[in-house]
Every structure is written in structure tokens, then in C-alpha cells.
T-cell receptor, first 113, second 118 residues
Framework: GQNIDQPTEMTATEGAIVQINCTYQTSGFNGLFWYQQHAGEAPTFLSYNVLDGLEEKGRFSSFLSRSKGYSYLLLKELQMKDSASYLCAVRDMPGGATNKLIFGTGTLLAVQP | EAEVAQSPRYKITEKSQAVAFWCDPISGHATLYWYRQILGQGPELLVQFQDESVVDDSQLPKDRFSAERLKGVDSTLKIQPAELGDSAMYLC????????????????FGEGSWLTVV
């Protein structure tokens, strides 16, 4: 089967660091994406990992371990505007299909003053 | 910056009525997706097009949903008849064709169309 797990909710303090974990079990694997989604808006692309290791982009970093089926999104120097839902998505390639993204349910992050 | 365009932004319809959503992908993006997102959940793929051809519609409720992309550019998603359980945000997204390991062929989303069935 296909399954993507991430915590439902997290709370963190402004200026702090938070790590959002994601574990996955899919038929195939061709990359993992993190999206940010503010309430009532469309998801916006944050990061992409296809090889093991850490990808850094400003205040955001994403890590992937393919052998463990595990990824995390690290947010540094948290700001109030970072309060949003963070979606982990895996590109699955069953039977030759391409570019199909399977999403987790999202982690709702609340940043407090 | 190029965007995926969707309309209408909001739609309220009575159950058993027909409703349609329109999407214009980013220019040059051969792959177009329709996702449905129920409140509190992640997006779920309904249908994926490569140019004008459907490559995945396994999760599309074909008894009431239909989608087309006749010229391989813009697309329409139709629901007829609408049911109360169809209330959700319908997201259109697009990406470039082919495999690009470095960029991952990132999927870009439109602002979504909120549907409320009453």
C-alpha cells in the first residue's frame, strides 16, 4: 500500500527552530517534496529531495533518507508568518506512471510569540 | 512569475446541479493535474493529463466527474450531479514534461476553486 505519515499539529515559538517529520511507504520513489499551505490558499513549493542528504534553502532545510523512508523539514528563526500547514508529498511511479504526487495529510504549525 | 490560473475562485451550488471548473496551466507545462482537497486533509489526485491525453484517472469518480483538455492547454473539470460530499477545494496544478532529477519537475498549484454543495 501507499502511506505517508506526518504529525497532525505542532506548536513552536517565534525565533526558535522546528523539525517536521515525514515517513513514507510507497510502491515506488522518485522524489519527495515539501509544500507550505496557508489557510484557504493553494500549496506553494518549498523543497525537493531525491538523493539522500540535506538540502538547504535560506531558513528552510529538508533532509531525506531513502533507506529509512524518512524525511524532515527544518524551519529556523521562526516567524509568525510561518504559521501554516506543511505538506509532505512523494512522487510515486507505479507501472510507469510519471510525476504522480501522493500527499500526506499535512502538519499544522502554530508559531506563538 | 507565471501562474496556474483557475476559475471560479468560489462556487456554491445545490446538490444535483452541474458545476464546472476551468484551469489554464503555466505556459509550456505539458502535464496538468486536478486535485481535490477536503478540509484538514492533503490533496488527492483526481486526474492527470499529459498534453491532451489522460494518463491517470484511477481516483476520478467517473459516474459524476469528467475532465477534458482538448487542445492540450487549458482544462475543464465537471461534476454532474453534484453531491454534498463533493464540497472541497479543487486544485489545478501543472509541471514540465520529462524527468529532471535536479529540479524534480516541480508541480505548481493554482489558487484553487472552493466548492460548497448545499
Amino acid at each position: 500500500g501507499q502511506n505517508i505519515d506526518q504529525p497532525t499539529e505542532m506548536t513552536a515559538t517565534e525565533g526558535a527552530i522546528v523539525q517536521i517529520n515525514c515517513t513514507y511507504q510507497t510502491s515506488g520513489f522518485n522524489g519527495l517534496f515539501w509544500y507550505q499551505q496557508h489557510a484557504g490558499e493553494a500549496p506553494t513549493f518549498l523543497s525537493y529531495n531525491v538523493l539522500d542528504g540535506l538540502e538547504e534553502k535560506g531558513r528552510f532545510s529538508s533532509f531525506l533518507s531513502r533507506s529509512k523512508g524518512y524525511s524532515y523539514l527544518l524551519l529556523k528563526e521562526l516567524q509568525m508568518k510561518d504559521s501554516a500547514s506543511y505538506l509532505c508529498a512523494v512522487r510515486d511511479m507505479p507501472g510507469g506512471a510519471t510525476n504522480k504526487l501522493i500527499f500526506g495529510t499535512g502538519t499544522l504549525l502554530a508559531v506563538q510569540p | 512569475e507565471a501562474e496556474v490560473a483557475q476559475s471560479p475562485r468560489y462556487k456554491i451550488t445545490e446538490k444535483s446541479q452541474a458545476v464546472a471548473f476551468w484551469c489554464d496551466p503555466i505556459s509550456g507545462h505539458a502535464t496538468l493535474y486536478w486535485y481535490r482537497q477536503i478540509l484538514g486533509q492533503g490533496p488527492e489526485l483526481l486526474v492527470q493529463f499529459q498534453d491532451e491525453s489522460v494518463v491517470d484517472d484511477s481516483q476520478l469518480p467517473k459516474d459524476r466527474f469528467s475532465a477534458e483538455r482538448l487542445k492540450g492547454v487549458d482544462s475543464t473539470l465537471k461534476i454532474q450531479p453534484a453531491e454534498l460530499g463533493d464540497s472541497a477545494m479543487y486544485l489545478c496544478a501543472s509541471s514540465r514534461q520529462g524527468q529532471n532529477v535536479r529540479s524534480g519537475n516541480t508541480i505548481y498549484f493554482g489558487e484553487g476553486s472552493w466548492l460548497t454543495v448545499v
